[in-house]
Each structure stands twice: as structure tokens, then as C-alpha cells.
């Protein structure tokens, strides 16, 4: 997918712009540059750099979404207009460079779009530390979305004992606090 697109952005047109496609690390996949430029030379100003980068996260999908990490989210969030996301979807694994070019979909608002999730996933995160912390001899697990209270040893070791658990039944179920049906 990646030699497409860097095929589809080889043209002419692009290149007559000045633009330069990178590969880059984490966050996003590759980096569109300008250089502001001068009779062929790249002329640098003392006040502004004179260049610009445009992130572009590309994704490829057999199906209906296109998944970003935590990372790529906040990368986006934090470059809201310089961070740009393609989504490629495909029909097979064996994408041609026509497919690309008729299918690919840039996405040019996704850090804005992603902001308030982004900001909610944070306020969730810290709950759920929170609520994970054992208090009261209670500890929470939320593993794959699954939670589980766990009650730890020293609250149920102080439980009661059969012989005591006998006689708080035959407490609660008294005459005088008789449990009725409705």
C-alpha cells in the first residue's frame, strides 16, 4: 500500500509544487513538506521558517472503519491542521494503484473530528485507575472490557463462620422480621 501511495503522489504536479513525500515514525505515516523556494533556491526566513509539514496517517480496510492507535489520535489532535488521515478501502488484499486513486479518502478535519473522544478516553483512563485502586479491601479488574470486583482477604476472612452464619439466618428469618412475597 505504501509503494502505491507513494507512486500516486510522485507526479509531476506534486513535484511542480515543491512537495516532498517522507516516511515518517510513530504517529503518522508519512510527511508532505514544502520548502518555500526561490528561483531554485530554499529561502529561509529569520522571523518564520518558511516551511510547512502536512502528516498523513494512511489506512487500508476490508471493512466499514479504519482503526488509529492512542497515539496516532493524539498526534492528529495536537497537529489539527497539519495532520491529515487517508483511508484506502479495499475490495481484496491486492490493491492496484487505480483502486487507490479512485477509492482513497482524506479525511483533512480528523484531529478536530477526534478531540472530545480523545479527551474522553482520558477522563475514562483516569476513572478507571481510580476506581482499580483497592480501597476497602475491594479492587476492581477491567481486563477486555470485563470487570470484576474482587474482594479481598481481608474482608471476607473476618466473615462469618458456619455455626455464625446459621445463626444469622435463623436472626434474619424470625417471626418478627418475617420476609414476605409480593
Same mark, same amino acid.
Given at each position: ?46 522571523? @518564520?521558517?518558511?516551511?510547512?509539514? #502536512?502528516?498523513? $496517517?494512511? =489506512?487500508?480496510?476490508?471493512? %466499514?472503519? !479504519? ?48 478531540? @472530545?473522544?480523545?479527551?474522553?478516553? #482520558?477522563?475514562? $483512563?483516569? =476513572?478507571?485507575?481510580?476506581? %482499580?485502586? !483497592? ?48
Amino acid at each position: 500500500m505504501e509503494d502505491l501511495f507513494r507512486q500516486l503522489f510522485s507526479s509531476p504536479e506534486i513535484a511542480a509544487l515543491g512537495l516532498r513525500l517522507r516516511r515518517t515514525g510513530i504517529g503518522s505515516d508519512f510527511a508532505f513538506e514544502s520548502d518555500l523556494v526561490d528561483e531554485g533556491e530554499e529561502r529561509l526566513f529569520e522571523i @518564520t521558517s518558511g516551511k510547512k509539514e #502536512l502528516l498523513v $496517517e494512511l =489506512k487500508s480496510t476490508l471493512g %466499514s472503519c !479504519a482503526k488509529m492507535t492512542p497515539y496516532q489520535a493524539a498526534t492528529s489532535a495536537a497537529n489539527p491542521n497539519a495532520f491529515v488521515l487517508c483511508v484506502v478501502p479495499l475490495e481484496d488484499r491486492n490493491p492496484t494503484i487505480e483502486l487507490v486513486m479512485t477509492s482513497s479518502r482524506f479525511v483533512c478535519d480528523i484531529g478536530a473530528a477526534l478531540k @472530545t473522544k480523545i479527551q474522553e478516553v #482520558l477522563e475514562f $483512563e483516569a =476513572k478507571k485507575a481510580v476506581a %482499580s485502586t !483497592a480501597s476497602g479491601g475491594i479492587e476492581v479488574s477491567i481486563t477486555g472490557g470485563e470487570i470484576r470486583y474482587q474482594v479481598l482477604e481481608s474482608v471476607w476472612v473476618a466473615g462469618k463462620s458456619v455455626p455464625e452464619f446459621i445463626q444469622y439466618l435463623i436472626a434474619f428469618f424470625s417471626p418478627g422480621d418475617a420476609v414476605t412475597d409480593l
